[in-house]
Protein backbone atom coordinates (compact mmCIF):
# COMPACT_ATOMS: atom_id res chain seq x y z
CA UNK A 1 0.00 0.00 0.00
CA UNK A 2 1.49 3.54 -1.01
CA UNK A 3 -0.95 5.54 -0.46
CA UNK A 4 -1.75 7.05 2.93
CA UNK A 5 -3.60 4.51 5.57
CA UNK A 6 -7.35 5.05 6.16
CA UNK A 7 -7.75 5.35 10.38
CA UNK A 8 -10.52 4.43 12.14
CA UNK A 9 -10.63 5.93 15.90
CA UNK A 10 -12.81 3.89 18.19
CA UNK A 11 -12.86 6.61 21.40
CA UNK A 12 -12.72 10.23 21.23
CA UNK A 13 -11.47 10.97 24.96
CA UNK A 14 -8.12 12.16 25.75
CA UNK A 15 -6.00 9.84 24.57
CA UNK A 16 -7.93 9.09 21.28
CA UNK A 17 -8.26 12.67 20.10
CA UNK A 18 -4.44 13.38 20.62
CA UNK A 19 -3.67 10.21 18.50
CA UNK A 20 -5.84 12.09 15.93
CA UNK A 21 -3.92 15.13 16.20
CA UNK A 22 -0.69 12.99 16.08
CA UNK A 23 -1.85 11.53 12.78
CA UNK A 24 -2.79 14.51 11.24
CA UNK A 25 0.01 16.56 12.36
CA UNK A 26 2.80 15.20 13.27
CA UNK A 27 3.29 11.77 11.56
CA UNK A 28 2.98 10.49 7.85
CA UNK A 29 1.64 8.40 5.77
CA UNK A 30 -1.90 8.08 7.29
CA UNK A 31 -4.84 9.98 7.88
CA UNK A 32 -7.92 9.89 10.18
CA UNK A 33 -11.23 8.82 7.90
CA UNK A 34 -13.59 7.72 10.78
CA UNK A 35 -14.43 7.94 14.18
CA UNK A 36 -16.50 6.60 16.52
CA UNK A 37 -17.55 7.35 20.34
CA UNK A 38 -20.76 6.52 23.23
CA UNK A 39 -20.80 10.51 23.19
CA UNK A 40 -21.96 10.77 19.57
CA UNK A 41 -21.54 14.68 20.16
CA UNK A 42 -18.20 14.43 21.07
CA UNK A 43 -17.43 11.94 18.24
CA UNK A 44 -19.10 14.67 15.22
CA UNK A 45 -17.04 17.41 17.11
CA UNK A 46 -13.89 15.66 16.69
CA UNK A 47 -14.93 14.23 13.14
CA UNK A 48 -16.06 18.21 11.94
CA UNK A 49 -12.32 19.11 12.19
CA UNK A 50 -10.26 16.34 10.38
CA UNK A 51 -13.17 15.68 8.28
CA UNK A 52 -13.78 11.94 9.04
CA UNK A 53 -17.14 9.63 8.72
CA UNK A 54 -18.76 9.48 12.83
CA UNK A 55 -19.97 5.71 13.10
CA UNK A 56 -22.42 5.22 15.73
CA UNK A 57 -20.72 2.06 16.89
CA UNK A 58 -17.19 0.19 16.56
CA UNK A 59 -18.25 -2.83 14.07
CA UNK A 60 -19.79 -0.14 11.46
CA UNK A 61 -16.52 1.83 11.68
CA UNK A 62 -14.55 -1.63 11.27
CA UNK A 63 -16.56 -2.20 8.61
CA UNK A 64 -16.17 0.92 6.96
CA UNK A 65 -14.63 0.68 3.42
CA UNK A 66 -12.46 3.80 4.17
CA UNK A 67 -11.05 2.38 7.01
CA UNK A 68 -7.83 -0.03 6.60
CA UNK A 69 -6.51 0.33 10.39
CA UNK A 70 -8.56 0.66 13.66
CA UNK A 71 -7.50 2.73 16.72
CA UNK A 72 -9.28 1.41 19.57
CA UNK A 73 -9.19 4.39 22.34
CA UNK A 74 -12.11 3.21 24.03
CA UNK A 75 -12.33 2.24 27.68
CA UNK A 76 -10.97 -1.16 28.80
CA UNK A 77 -14.12 -3.23 29.27
CA UNK A 78 -15.32 -2.45 25.78
CA UNK A 79 -12.17 -3.11 24.10
CA UNK A 80 -13.01 -7.00 23.30
CA UNK A 81 -16.04 -5.36 21.47
CA UNK A 82 -13.84 -4.03 18.98
CA UNK A 83 -11.16 -6.03 18.61
CA UNK A 84 -12.71 -9.34 17.71
CA UNK A 85 -14.46 -7.63 15.21
CA UNK A 86 -11.39 -6.27 13.88
CA UNK A 87 -9.32 -9.35 13.66
CA UNK A 88 -12.45 -11.02 11.53
CA UNK A 89 -12.38 -8.08 9.38
CA UNK A 90 -8.44 -8.87 8.87
CA UNK A 91 -7.53 -4.99 9.47
CA UNK A 92 -4.81 -3.93 11.81
CA UNK A 93 -5.73 -3.01 15.06
CA UNK A 94 -3.75 -0.41 17.49
CA UNK A 95 -5.03 -1.39 21.34
CA UNK A 96 -4.43 1.38 23.60
CA UNK A 97 -3.84 -0.62 27.16
CA UNK A 98 -4.92 -2.48 28.80
CA UNK A 99 -5.34 -5.34 26.05
CA UNK A 100 -8.77 -6.29 27.35
CA UNK A 101 -9.65 -6.10 31.36
CA UNK A 102 -9.29 -10.14 32.06
CA UNK A 103 -7.28 -13.20 31.33
CA UNK A 104 -10.10 -14.81 29.35
CA UNK A 105 -11.09 -12.13 27.18
CA UNK A 106 -7.04 -11.66 26.19
CA UNK A 107 -7.05 -15.23 25.85
CA UNK A 108 -10.18 -15.46 23.34
CA UNK A 109 -7.93 -12.26 21.21
CA UNK A 110 -4.67 -14.23 21.34
CA UNK A 111 -6.98 -17.27 19.83
CA UNK A 112 -8.43 -15.15 17.47
CA UNK A 113 -4.97 -13.89 16.07
CA UNK A 114 -3.67 -17.30 15.72
CA UNK A 115 -6.54 -18.61 13.44
CA UNK A 116 -5.65 -16.09 11.62
CA UNK A 117 -1.84 -16.76 11.74
CA UNK A 118 -0.26 -13.71 12.14
CA UNK A 119 -0.01 -10.39 13.90
CA UNK A 120 -2.53 -7.69 13.60
CA UNK A 121 -2.65 -6.62 17.03
CA UNK A 122 -0.50 -3.79 18.58
CA UNK A 123 -0.71 -2.91 22.18
CA UNK A 124 -0.06 0.89 23.32
CA UNK A 125 2.62 -0.04 25.99
CA UNK A 126 5.17 3.22 24.38
CA UNK A 127 7.90 3.15 26.42
CA UNK A 128 9.36 0.40 24.46
CA UNK A 129 9.87 3.24 22.19
CA UNK A 130 11.26 5.82 24.34
CA UNK A 131 14.94 6.50 23.52
CA UNK A 132 15.93 6.17 26.69
CA UNK A 133 14.57 3.06 27.46
CA UNK A 134 15.81 1.89 24.00
CA UNK A 135 19.23 2.82 24.85
CA UNK A 136 19.01 1.16 28.40
CA UNK A 137 17.99 -2.43 26.51
CA UNK A 138 20.62 -1.95 23.95
CA UNK A 139 23.21 -1.31 26.96
CA UNK A 140 21.74 -4.83 28.47
CA UNK A 141 22.01 -7.08 25.74
CA UNK A 142 25.21 -5.66 24.53
CA UNK A 143 26.71 -7.54 27.56
CA UNK A 144 28.30 -3.97 29.15
CA UNK A 145 27.35 -4.97 32.23
CA UNK A 146 27.03 -8.92 32.35
CA UNK A 147 24.11 -10.53 33.06
CA UNK A 148 21.35 -7.80 34.71
CA UNK A 149 20.36 -9.14 38.20
CA UNK A 150 17.74 -6.65 39.43
CA UNK A 151 16.05 -3.77 38.03
CA UNK A 152 15.21 -1.22 40.46
CA UNK A 153 12.03 1.43 38.86
CA UNK A 154 10.06 4.18 40.29
CA UNK A 155 7.09 5.66 38.37
CA UNK A 156 5.83 8.73 40.35
CA UNK A 157 3.08 11.12 39.21
CA UNK A 158 2.46 14.30 41.13
CA UNK A 159 -1.17 13.71 41.83
CA UNK A 160 -4.17 12.06 40.65
CA UNK A 161 -7.84 12.74 40.68
CA UNK A 162 -8.54 11.32 44.15
CA UNK A 163 -12.63 10.88 43.56
CA UNK A 164 -11.72 8.77 40.31
CA UNK A 165 -8.26 6.93 41.46
CA UNK A 166 -8.89 3.85 43.52
CA UNK A 167 -6.12 1.54 45.20
CA UNK A 168 -6.09 -1.57 41.99
CA UNK A 169 -5.30 1.20 39.80
CA UNK A 170 -1.97 1.74 40.81
CA UNK A 171 -1.34 -1.55 39.92
CA UNK A 172 -3.75 -1.87 37.05
CA UNK A 173 -3.27 1.62 35.34
CA UNK A 174 -0.18 2.78 36.80
CA UNK A 175 2.85 -0.56 37.51
CA UNK A 176 1.56 -2.03 34.19
CA UNK A 177 3.70 0.26 32.46
CA UNK A 178 7.15 -0.68 34.27
CA UNK A 179 5.30 -4.57 34.24
CA UNK A 180 6.04 -4.47 30.60
CA UNK A 181 9.43 -2.55 30.69
CA UNK A 182 10.43 -5.53 32.81
CA UNK A 183 9.62 -8.33 30.78
CA UNK A 184 10.96 -6.35 27.81
CA UNK A 185 14.59 -5.32 29.13
CA UNK A 186 14.84 -8.50 31.15
CA UNK A 187 13.55 -10.64 27.90
CA UNK A 188 11.72 -12.81 30.48
CA UNK A 189 8.16 -13.37 32.20
CA UNK A 190 7.11 -12.62 35.84
CA UNK A 191 6.64 -15.55 38.23
CA UNK A 192 5.83 -14.25 41.19
CA UNK A 193 4.93 -10.73 42.67
CA UNK A 194 4.73 -9.27 46.23
CA UNK A 195 3.19 -5.69 46.70
CA UNK A 196 4.35 -4.06 49.97
CA UNK A 197 2.19 -0.57 51.40
CA UNK A 198 4.84 2.27 52.54
CA UNK A 199 3.85 4.68 54.71
CA UNK A 200 0.81 6.26 53.94
CA UNK A 201 1.12 9.98 52.35
CA UNK A 202 -1.25 12.07 53.89
CA UNK A 203 -1.63 13.87 50.61
CA UNK A 204 -3.16 10.86 48.98
CA UNK A 205 -6.11 10.64 51.86
CA UNK A 206 -7.66 6.98 51.68
CA UNK A 207 -5.69 5.37 48.95
CA UNK A 208 -2.43 2.99 49.86
CA UNK A 209 0.34 5.42 48.65
CA UNK A 210 3.14 4.62 47.73
CA UNK A 211 3.47 0.85 47.40
CA UNK A 212 6.30 -1.47 46.45
CA UNK A 213 5.96 -4.34 44.24
CA UNK A 214 8.56 -6.82 44.05
CA UNK A 215 8.86 -9.43 41.17
CA UNK A 216 10.92 -12.58 40.38
CA UNK A 217 11.59 -12.81 37.05
CA UNK A 218 11.46 -16.67 35.80
CA UNK A 219 15.16 -16.02 35.31
CA UNK A 220 15.99 -15.17 38.64
CA UNK A 221 16.77 -11.50 38.14
CA UNK A 222 14.36 -9.75 40.84
CA UNK A 223 12.11 -6.45 40.08
CA UNK A 224 11.39 -3.63 42.35
CA UNK A 225 8.75 -1.02 41.29
CA UNK A 226 7.94 2.29 43.72
CA UNK A 227 4.68 3.50 42.84
CA UNK A 228 4.09 7.19 44.14
CA UNK A 229 0.79 8.58 42.64
CA UNK A 230 0.79 12.00 45.04
CA UNK A 231 4.10 12.90 44.63
CA UNK A 232 3.62 16.45 43.89
CA UNK A 233 6.98 17.58 42.65
CA UNK A 234 6.34 16.37 39.01
CA UNK A 235 6.10 13.09 37.32
CA UNK A 236 9.53 11.20 37.86
CA UNK A 237 10.23 7.95 35.86
CA UNK A 238 12.94 5.66 37.05
CA UNK A 239 15.23 2.66 35.93
CA UNK A 240 18.32 1.11 37.03
CA UNK A 241 19.51 -2.29 36.29
CA UNK A 242 21.91 -4.13 37.90
CA UNK A 243 23.97 -6.31 36.38
CA UNK A 244 27.64 -8.84 37.25
CA UNK A 245 29.85 -6.34 36.14
CA UNK A 246 28.22 -2.93 36.29
CA UNK A 247 25.21 -1.29 36.29
CA UNK A 248 22.73 0.95 33.80
CA UNK A 249 20.57 3.66 34.53
CA UNK A 250 17.66 6.10 32.67
CA UNK A 251 19.52 9.51 32.74
CA UNK A 252 17.13 12.72 33.38
CA UNK A 253 14.59 13.48 30.84
CA UNK A 254 15.60 17.24 30.74
CA UNK A 255 18.19 18.51 28.35
CA UNK A 256 19.57 21.26 30.07
CA UNK A 257 20.90 21.15 33.71
CA UNK A 258 20.80 25.33 34.62
CA UNK A 259 23.53 26.46 37.51
CA UNK A 260 23.29 29.65 39.14
CA UNK A 261 24.60 30.67 42.53
CA UNK A 262 25.58 27.67 44.46
CA UNK A 263 22.97 25.37 43.18
CA UNK A 264 21.61 23.69 39.90
CA UNK A 265 18.59 22.26 38.77
CA UNK A 266 16.52 20.91 35.72
CA UNK A 267 13.16 20.83 35.25
CA UNK A 268 11.24 17.35 36.12
CA UNK A 269 8.08 16.89 33.45
CA UNK A 270 4.85 17.91 34.41
CA UNK A 271 2.78 14.44 33.57
CA UNK A 272 2.79 11.53 31.04
CA UNK A 273 2.08 13.16 27.78
CA UNK A 274 5.14 15.72 28.01
CA UNK A 275 7.65 12.61 29.17
CA UNK A 276 6.72 10.57 26.96
CA UNK A 277 5.52 12.61 24.00
CA UNK A 278 7.82 10.93 21.44
CA UNK A 279 7.40 7.66 22.48
CA UNK A 280 3.80 7.96 21.65
CA UNK A 281 4.78 10.00 18.36
CA UNK A 282 7.18 6.50 17.05
CA UNK A 283 5.25 3.88 18.48
CA UNK A 284 2.23 5.24 16.05
CA UNK A 285 4.28 5.88 13.02
CA UNK A 286 5.76 2.00 13.63
CA UNK A 287 2.31 0.96 13.75
CA UNK A 288 1.00 2.84 10.33
CA UNK A 289 4.40 1.81 8.90
CA UNK A 290 4.25 -1.96 9.34
CA UNK A 291 0.23 -1.74 8.81
CA UNK A 292 0.75 -0.88 5.06
CA UNK A 293 2.89 -3.91 4.70
CA UNK A 294 -0.68 -6.23 6.28
CA UNK A 295 1.04 -6.67 9.66
CA UNK A 296 2.63 -5.18 12.78
CA UNK A 297 5.07 -5.63 15.30
CA UNK A 298 5.76 -3.86 18.78
CA UNK A 299 4.35 -5.36 22.01
CA UNK A 300 1.82 -8.00 21.00
CA UNK A 301 -1.55 -9.56 22.12
CA UNK A 302 0.73 -12.24 24.33
CA UNK A 303 2.26 -8.97 26.23
CA UNK A 304 -1.20 -7.53 26.76
CA UNK A 305 -2.09 -11.01 28.57
CA UNK A 306 1.08 -11.76 30.24
CA UNK A 307 0.72 -8.56 31.82
CA UNK A 308 -2.99 -8.61 32.90
CA UNK A 309 -1.78 -11.72 34.41
CA UNK A 310 0.98 -9.91 36.46
CA UNK A 311 -1.44 -7.33 37.30
CA UNK A 312 -4.42 -9.34 38.36
CA UNK A 313 -1.52 -11.35 40.32
CA UNK A 314 -0.37 -8.12 41.91
CA UNK A 315 -3.53 -6.60 42.96
CA UNK A 316 -4.41 -10.20 44.91
CA UNK A 317 -0.82 -9.62 46.81
CA UNK A 318 -1.59 -6.33 48.19
CA UNK A 319 -5.08 -7.14 49.31
CA UNK A 320 -3.60 -10.25 50.94
CA UNK A 321 -0.19 -9.57 51.83
CA UNK A 322 1.39 -12.71 50.18
CA UNK A 323 3.39 -13.47 47.37
CA UNK A 324 1.18 -14.71 44.37
CA UNK A 325 2.46 -16.86 41.58
CA UNK A 326 1.85 -15.58 37.96
CA UNK A 327 0.50 -18.24 36.12
CA UNK A 328 0.20 -18.34 32.34
CA UNK A 329 -0.62 -20.77 29.43
CA UNK A 330 2.11 -21.25 26.99
CA UNK A 331 3.56 -18.94 24.47
CA UNK A 332 2.62 -19.69 21.17
CA UNK A 333 5.36 -19.66 18.48
CA UNK A 334 3.19 -16.43 16.83
CA UNK A 335 4.67 -14.36 19.29
CA UNK A 336 8.45 -16.32 20.27
Given amino acids: MTEDLGIGVIGTGMIGQDHIRRIADVLSGARVTAVADIDRTR ?3 VAAKRG ?15 VDAVLVCSWGPAHIEAVLPGLEAGKPLFVEKPLAVSQDDCLKIIDAELTLGKRLIQ ?8 AAYAALKKTIDSGAIGAPLMYHAAHRNARVPADLYTDDMAVADTMVHDIDVARFLLD ?8 IAGKKNSIGGRLRDPILGVMEMAGGAVV ?4 SVNIQYGYDIRGEVSGETGTAELAEANRVVLKSGDSFCGRVPADWRERFIEAYD ?3 QDFINTAKGGTVSGPSAWDGYAIQVVSDAGIKAASSGEIVACEMVKKPALYT
Wanted: hydrophobic share 45%; net charge negative; glycine share 4%.
Fill in 43 to 45: AEE
Fill in 188 to 195: DEVARIRV
Fill in 224 to 227: TVEV
Fill in 282 to 284: KEL
Fill in 123 to 130: VGYMRRYD
Fill in 52 to 66: AKVYDDAGALIAAPE
